[in-house]
């Protein structure tokens, strides 16, 4: 199966397994140029005398991929020699940055950039930790479900505290929310803080 269908295929599992928000195909903007480097040191016994020279036409790019997993190394004269795939090494030139992890002939790029989408996903999730501390703290069982409750003045919190309500509901077993204008009550208080914007939570089983 091809790299692109398999990445199809497991889209999903890839995603949640390094917590990523997308997969897609690498910017066309970069340009990367494949270049196969002969190790000299694999290739003596294969062409004697001639291995320096066939180091010296790699490196002039002299060089084309075959079948097999072979590359085919050419003089001017285009006589060819094959290597094997333990007889090179594969490179890409056109990649910088510390984004970038290459794997024979997978290229993998990050993009690290925080959009407003992300950062208030990312809050969501921080909140969904703290929540089951909460639920840790007070000694809830594994599989209890409970109510939470919260107070907050921040517009931002609340909007995550609705547009995430099922994301909490599944992460930290909550069977239902309710945003309280006054101090919530419950078996357990603790507030939350996030780039100096508190919510008070509240859980009762």
Known sequence: MKLEALLQKYDTIIQEEINIKEIDNLDSSI???????PIGSK??????????????????????QG???QVIVFDDQWNERSLDAWEYEIAYEGLEGDNIAIDNEIIAKLDLTMTPELIKEWVAREISRFLNQMRKD????VDD?????YQT?????????????S??????????ISHNTRTPSG?????FTSDEQMILFALKR
């Open 31 to 37: 340009k990367v140029n494949k270049v196969f480097k």
């Open 43 to 64: 290739l003596s016994s294969k062409f004697g005398k001639d291995t320096g020279k066939v180091i010296q036409f790699g490196k002039q790019g002299n060089i084309k």
């Open 67 to 69: 079948e097999n997993n």
């Open 138 to 141: 007070a000694k809830y069982n």
């Open 145 to 149: 479900k409970v109510h939470l409750a």
């Open 153 to 165: 003045e921040s517009t931002y919190l609340i909007e995550i505290m609705t547009e995430f309500w």
């Open 167 to 176: 994301f909490f509901e599944d992460e930290a077993l909550i069977k239902e």
């Open 187 to 191: 078996d357990i208080l603790a507030e």
